[in-house]
């Protein structure tokens, strides 16, 4: 209802704008009409076009009072004190001020058509020249625009600048309408017998106004164009510092500006010392890969497969991991995505670590700590790389190579990493229907892994009921069962599903193709079932509440607040929609600032039209509430969040693990396009950086 809300109010606008523009040109040209059936019939028109405009703006006061009415004020503040008003005043001015003289000069003209049927006489051309008549109309208009521009750059959180520019410009263009009303009408006051000005005088009036204002558009636009490019080189340790409210806010600029203790994050490794447990090769390089289907891919590659090798290793283990980029140009890392990693382990390019490029080695080196799912990516230019295939699943097992009191040994354990591959959609390498056996009574564990870019990937298990095992890497506490149940993933999200194998075919069905899926069955064969009508799966309620290390009654250190949004603008000579956080892009998107040790809790609130899946890096974030609604299930951590349009999520985490690191959108589009930013403890600093002018793009 939310988008339908902003969706309406965008429309509206634009229809608002294209009929009282209309409205206006009519009002101004009553003066020309030439003859007085013209004009007796034009007047008639124009209150046509009194009424016309009231329905867009019907529509948007509509959704503004809805969105009043069921959301918080950070929803609809500028809508209802900003937009509103440059709707319905000008609006009533015509209905107060105009549509008045209008039906006077249509009385006098329909007097006068009966009568004699004869020329306009002075007194109308006097009303129909009159500012009072003409002015509503185009104020309504360019009011429209304002608030139209409002609409497409909301100035959220409040900027003092970004709000009074166009108002201002409103006024002044008003004034100058205003002033030329007032100036035509004394001519004609004037002008014994008058003569309307030819029509190539007119046009040539016209397009002098156009060329000028066209001119002042291109100077602006080329201005904000420039404005936009991304210096050579960014330096991540520097930008908006947000401390964020909470206890730990205050102190925090002292903090900073002592400089002793600095630490670089490039000093912030894991284990330097010790024979690994577990040594994994890596080479980046380019391929054309076969699917299951016999279709081509020509793909980036680790160890020239899609996706890259499993990594599999057990809890508690020191893990080491070779990356060489054999021929991939623009560079790669090794990110671990979900998986708390030391700072200087975390693969990101210009943040962590220099992207490596073609014939250079890389090592990271940390302990697995977290059992669960997760994923590795190149964090270098990441929506080219991962939509080409530079990633692969990373799964950590218990110490234990099973737990005995749940499961009986085999287990089956299955990764379902999703992507789409230019337009065709497979798990794995395969784009077929993947059929395999198991054995009734196996204890099954599917892992979903959404590895697509912006694309909410939809998973439906039919012919048993399963438990939500694990989201992000973390299990859920007691589980319950589901069924008809339909499991949504975000980019960059995982979760598990748990059964045991039953006695028929189970079928996990991915995404709208009914083809697109695994089917399980005891000999292979078996039948794709008919998709029953399912429910969307909600991690708020589900499970069983238990301890954590801190809740939602807790006193936080810091206290963040993070405002999805929409805006039409720049960013690096692009213009385009852009997704913004607090109202800017990266690299004016603020830093969250913090320091070791602190309790943070954030407020992440989606005013946009699309969902974005943000993703911490080095943490794991407590869901504290949904829309006001506390979490009530088993604790729901999560490293990949998405929030849909509307939503206001609280989230809270202890920082725990010093360093830069990264917050962004796991729509790697909507990263690329500056959906980005980061978390920076106190006292951290960088010797890499970002930009045009060095070889690290991170996204
Ligand atoms: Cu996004």
Known sequence: MYNISIQTILAASVLLVIFTWIGGVKA?????????????????????????????????????????MNMDPIFWRDRVFLQAPLVVIPLLSIWFVAVPKLLKLRSLTRVSLAE?????????????????????YQLTALSAATSLYFTLVPSVPFQWMETTIPIAILIVLAASLWLRHNLRAKQVRKATNYQAPRLLARFGAMTGVLIVIAGIGFYLFNFAMDKSVLPAEIDMASGTHDYGGGAGGEHAHHDMTAMAGMVSVADLTGPKEGTPDR????????????????????????????????????????????????????????????LDVPNAEDGVAGATQNAVMPGETYTYRFRAEQVGSFWYHSHQDSQEAVSKGLFGSLIVEPKETTDTTTFTIPFK????????????????????????????????????????????????????????????????NKPGLLTNTRVIVPTGGRFDLTFVMPDHPVYLNVGTNKNGGILLSEDGQGNVPE???????????YGSPKATPFDASSSFDRDFTLILDNKLGFYNRNFDF?????????????????????????????????????????????VLSRNGKPSTGSPWWSDTLDVQPGETYEVAFVANNPGLWMDHCHNLVHAAAGMSMHLMYEGVTTPFSVGSGTQNHPE
Do not use: C
């Not at 004699?116 to 509503?136: D, Q």
């Open 279 to 338: 040594h994994f090769t890596l080479v980046a390089q380019k391929k054309t890969v076969t699917l299951s289907s016999g279709k081509t891919v020509d793909a980036w590659t680790y160890n020239g497969q899609i996706p890259g090798p499993e990594l599999r290793m057990k809890e508690g283990e020191l893990i080491e991991v070779t990356l060489t980029n054999d021929d991939i140009d623009v560079g790669v890392t090794a990110h671990w995505h979900g």
């Open 28 to 68: 101004s040209r009553l003066l020309y009409s030439g003859s007085l059936e013209k004009l007796h019939s034009k007047t008639r028109k124009l209150l046509f076009w009194a009424w016309f405009p009231i329905l867009p703006a019907a529509a948007v006061v509509t959704a503004i009072v809805w969105l009043q």
């Open 413 to 476: 354990d299955i990764t379902v990493m999703t992507h789409r591959w230019k337009n065709t959609f497979a798990i794995g390498a395969n784009d077929e229907l993947d059929r395999q056996k198991v054995a009734p009574g196996t204890p099954v564990r599917m892992r979903l892994i959404n590895t697509d870019d912006w694309v909410n990937q939809t998973y439906t298990l039919v012919g048993t009921p399963f438990e939500v095992a694990a989201i992000d890497g973390t299990d859920l």
């Open 578 to 622: 852009l997704y913004t956080l607090n109202g800017k892009v990266f690299p004016d998107a603020p830093m969250f600032m913090v320091k070791e040790g602190d309790l943070v809790k954030t407020t992440i609130i989606s005013r946009g039209n699309v969902e974005h899946p943000m993703h911490l890096h080095g943490h794991h974030v407590l």
């Open 116 to 136: 004699s049927g004869a020329a306009i006489e002075p007194a109308m051309f006097h009303r129909a020249a009159s500012p009072g008549l003409v002015f509503p």
């Open 531 to 541: 998709l029953p009508q399912t429910v969307p799966f909600d991690p708020l309620t």
